[in-house]
């Protein structure tokens, strides 16, 4: 477990995966991060089931894995008694999350103006579905939602196939991700300074910002839409081969590479024409269509024991079952055991390493109020 934010308290008053995510980051790297939640209910996330697996009690696979070592206080916001202590404990606190709709803080009078009057030092920081302003704001901020309106999802995929959303909450983590950093960069100007900060993240612009490389393509290149390839698309800037091929018995991922150089490999005539390199993009779906019938003939590994001796760019196309059995995995030690009440849960961990040591908790998700009547001593609530 790391030290590095020690002595850092946390208020979390987000729910779901957005918010909950920076926290769990902050967590990982040592600060105490203690989840106010609604009494009876808590996070919503409890309940999200992203799959039928479910852990003892009912809750939810995802709500523990992106809530390990964090504490839980229920308390009714509605409700002046329960609002006080929640105001002492926002006056002890170095950092406030919430990812609320605009306005909502605000009724329940725990937005930033208000906040800072209980404690001018504090980082507030809070994610939005599409800002606090203008005409989107009071839309719901659901990752699918943010994924298609971003533009994301014509990015993925071949030409011929509909809008492709990622499978995975990518609004949801990449805003977490941007939020955390924020909150890092706003401590270490209160260290120096003794201010606190406002700082905000909508999972829009977190979204347009992990596009930054092909929308800066398309602002500089006359707002061209990019297209993607009619064979075997995988990005839609980049030339043959880049792509994702079926093989005899399975897939192989090929990502940049000189197309007669791989011509000669592969042992493909065809593609050793191909000499010029503006070819390789205004011409790559017919390079790839060669490419696509040659890598049917032998099976993935036999590809691999050709192509990367040479330094081709290449890779297997893994399933979870195929990853697991890797020796590169396994060494990375991404797996860790954790416990919440009682009973011990496999997640994954922190990625970061920081002077090689791995940062893991043996600590998992809070029962729903588990911690109030140690909070309540602690904080003389």
Request: glycine share 8%; hydrophobic share 40%.
């Amino acid at each position: 477990m790391s030290n590095l934010l020690e002595d850092v308290l946390v208020l979390d008053f987000s729910q779901f995966l957005s918010g909950p995510s920076a926290s769990l980051r902050l967590a990982d790297m040592g600060a105490r991060v203690i989840k106010i939640e609604k009494p009876g209910t808590g996070d919503i996330c409890r309940m999200l089931y992203v799959s039928d697996v479910k852990l003892d009690g009912g809750e939810s696979t995802i709500f523990h894995a992106i809530n390990r070592n964090k504490e839980s206080y229920t308390a009714d916001l509605k409700e002046e008694a329960s609002l006080e202590a929640v105001r002492k404990l926002v006056a002890r606190a170095d950092v406030m999350l919430h990812n609320f709709r605009p306005g909502v803080m605000e009724r329940i009078g725990l937005n930033y103006e208000r906040v800072k009057e209980i404690n001018s030092a504090i980082i507030y920081g809070e994610i939005s579905g599409y800002g606090q302003e203008g005409i989107w704001k009071d839309l719901p901020g659901q990752d699918l939602l943010l994924q298609a309106v971003s533009g994301l999802t014509y990015l993925t995929g071949s030409q011929e196939h509909p809008p492709v959303p990622m499978g995975v909450a990518a609004a949801d983590i990449i805003a977490g991700t941007h939020l955390g950093q924020g909150v890092l960069a706003a401590l270490l100007q209160r260290y120096q300074s003794g201010r606190g900060a406002l700082v905000q993240v909508s999972m829009l612009e977190s979204l347009l910002d992990f596009q930054f490389e092909v929308l800066t393509c398309y602002l500089n290149d006359g707002h061209q839409l990019p297209e993607r390839s009619a064979v075997n698309g995988a990005h839609a800037y980049i030339a043959a081969p880049y792509g994702i091929y079926r093989t005899a018995d399975g897939y192989l991922a090929i990502a940049m590479a000189p197309v007669p150089r791989l011509g000669e490999l592969l042992g493909a005539e065809a593609l050793c024409r191909y000499t010029q390199p503006g070819d390789w993009f205004t011409r790559r779906d017919e390079i790839k269509r060669i490419l696509k019938e040659v890598l049917l003939q032998k099976s993935t590994q036999e590809w691999l024991a050709v192509l990367e001796p040479a330094d081709v760019w290449c890779a297997d196309v893994s399933t979870y079952h195929d990853l697991e059995r890797h020796e590169g995995y396994r060494l990375l030690e991404m797996e860790q055991w954790v416990t919440s009440g009682g009973k011990k849960i496999k997640t994954t961990r922190c990625p970061v390493r920081v002077n090689g040591q791995l940062l893991t908790s043996e600590k998992g998700a809070p029962l729903l109020g588990e911690d109030n009547e140690r909070i309540a001593r602690e904080f003389n609530l």
